[in-house]
């Protein structure tokens, strides 16, 4: 039972970022980012990994400065990492923690770009690389790796890919 109320409240968390998400993508950029600052502020730099990395993710978007988007990706990343894949599989069956990573990677290295830093763009983008293969032949995979490629394409080049890389 007490497992029950807890699912219970990690789905009404998972639902209230939703939430802000939807409202976000109606345009209301500032509402968002003030909602998920409340949001954040509940669930705590300790919190469920999948609340903070979900929350984060969708922080970064919500932000002006793209330093202040590249840190809301770190966290993303970092909570990933303390994320295991029964504890995702209790949000989204269908989803496996190894997928995240092409996104999040990439998130990254569409910062770096944003800052004037190709050499930590290319890294993030190497690593996004080294983990599509995890992504599902569906909208979103298709979507990530075509999003993967145009990044790549506009940085120019991967560490390791050759002599002149810049």
Known sequence: MAQQREQAADDAMMTRIGQVVMLHHAGDREE???????????????????????????????????????????????????LTDERLAEHERSLALRALYPSLHLNLAADYVKLDQP?????????ARESVH???????????????????QRVGGLPGAGEGDD
């Not at 990395?53 to 202040?68: G, K, R, S, V």
């Not at 599902?136 to 298709?142: F, L, Q, S």
């Open 32 to 82: 968002a980012r003030d909602r998920f600052l409340v949001l954040w502020s509940e669930i705590g730099e300790g919190g469920d990994p999948l609340h903070r990395c979900t929350l984060a993710h969708y922080m970064a978007d919500t932000q002006d400065d793209p330093a202040d988007e590249l840190a809301w990706d770190l966290r993303a990343l970092s909570a990933a990492g303390a």
């Open 134 to 152: 995890a992504l599902a032949d569906d909208g979103y995979g298709d979507g990530v790796r075509a999003a993967l490629t145009r990044l790549e």
């Open 119 to 127: 050499d930590a763009a290319r890294i993030h983008l190497l690593r």
